[in-house]
């Protein structure tokens, strides 16, 4: 279980609390979505989940533990790709399978091999050896996915997943995501639009004025 218990958040410039006593429990298993206006501080609680942002106020645990290891949690943002651009999208790939203690052996040839299939089924295996400064920002999107596809992960922190992806790989992606689900994962995918947030998502919450809102399913 993640327990996120009163976070709070103020950034000195604006002088304006953007998350005010957010308290948020997610079961293994569990699809959150949180949608909300473009600055109403979705973001910003996925950084301080994530780590990448301390809070004011509040904790966070996972399984009761105040530290939440970053091996186990992934964050994929449509706006911020951590890509190598003057590499390739297979040295890209290459690179974070190492980060992520995913060696090149036999034993885990099958990582490997679902880590092929999925850039098959994403069309995007035939352009893996083009350099990623030449790709679209739809591909950029899908390497990323990719890459953090292929990590074991017991929690995802989703930033507006599906933006510059077409509806097949929308689809394809949501399937994954039920999947890992089913695994245990723990799941937050947020979203400017309600619409556009994971169909089987098994609880929805509007963040507006630094406040979440549990909303009808």
């Known amino acids: 279980m993640i327990r996120i218990k009163n976070i709070s958040k ?3 410039k604006k002088n304006k609390p953007v998350l005010v006593d957010i308290s948020l429990d997610i079961e293994n ?3 959150i979505g949180i949608f909300g206006n473009n600055g109403s501080g979705k973001s910003t609680l996925l950084r301080i989940i ?11 645990t996972a399984d009761e533990k105040f530290n939440i290891s970053a091996l186990n949690t992934c964050f994929i943002n449509s706006e911020t790709h951590s890509l190598y651009e ?7 790939l ?24 999925l850039a098959e089924e994403m069309h995007l295996f035939e352009h893996l050896d083009c350099k990623v400064s030449d790709y679209s920002m739809g591909m950029k999107q899908k390497l990323c996915i990719l890459t953090a596809f292929s990590r074991k992960c017991t929690f995802f922190l989703l930033d507006e997943i599906t933006d510059h992806l077409d509806q097949q790989t929308i ?15 723990a799941i937050i995918e947020i979203s400017r639009k309600k619409e556009n947030l994971h169909p089987e998502c098994t ?3 509007k963040l507006e004025n630094g406040k979440l809102e549990q909303q009808l399913l």
Do not use: M
Not at 86 to 92: A, I, K, P, V, Y
């Open 29 to 31: 298993g569990e699809i």
């Open 10 to 12: 103020t950034f000195s």
């Open 171 to 185: 689809d394809l992606i949501h399937q994954k995501i039920v999947d890992y689900s089913k695994n245990g994962c």
């Open 94 to 117: 290459d690179y974070f399978c190492s980060l992520f203690q995913i060696p090149d052996s036999s034993q885990v040839r099958p990582v490997r091999q679902a880590i092929k299939e």
């Open 50 to 60: 994530n780590g990448i942002l301390l809070p004011d106020a509040g904790t966070i």
């Open 203 to 205: 609880k929805i919450f």
């Open 86 to 92: 003057r590499l390739t999208g297979f040295q890209n």
